[in-house]
């Protein structure tokens, strides 16, 4: 068996300690902010997909997603969302100063290329049209 020893308080001495209890949750709290401020992390994965199939023109779709590290200091989903917009912006920026000229000149070979198909096909077209009245005519 221990042997405890009991205090007794008045009312103004419990109220005292009470307080004091308060300010030291709320410097803790002032304290935690500032480290979350300090070294508050979180993961933001980034995946960067470019679709350049053969004779396609090329598209650039970034996908951010945002994980809390730890469920301490969660962040909302509008905020979630503002850091993905945020990233999917500066990352097609990013593509477009360093390589926006290769993707136009390529988009824009794929369209020409496309532009020549639908012509070569109509003379074509045109042709066996051609040829066809030609076979009426000489069989009339």
Known sequence: MSIRKVVQLDEYDYNELVKMASLK??????QAQ????????YRIDIRLEIRDYYNETIEIAPYTNVNNWDEKF??????????INYFNE???LVMKRKFGKQIEDKNLYV???R????????????TIAGWAIALLVSLL
């Open 25 to 30: 949750e709320k410097q803790i709290e002032k």
């Open 34 to 41: 500032k480290l979350y401020e300090k070294k508050g992390t």
């Open 74 to 83: 969660p962040i909302s989903d509008a905020d979630k969302r503002k850091i």
């Open 90 to 92: 500066r990352i097609l």
């Open 111 to 113: 369209d020409k290329l």
């Open 115 to 126: 532009q020549l198909k639908i012509v070569k096909t109509a003379f074509i077209g045109l």
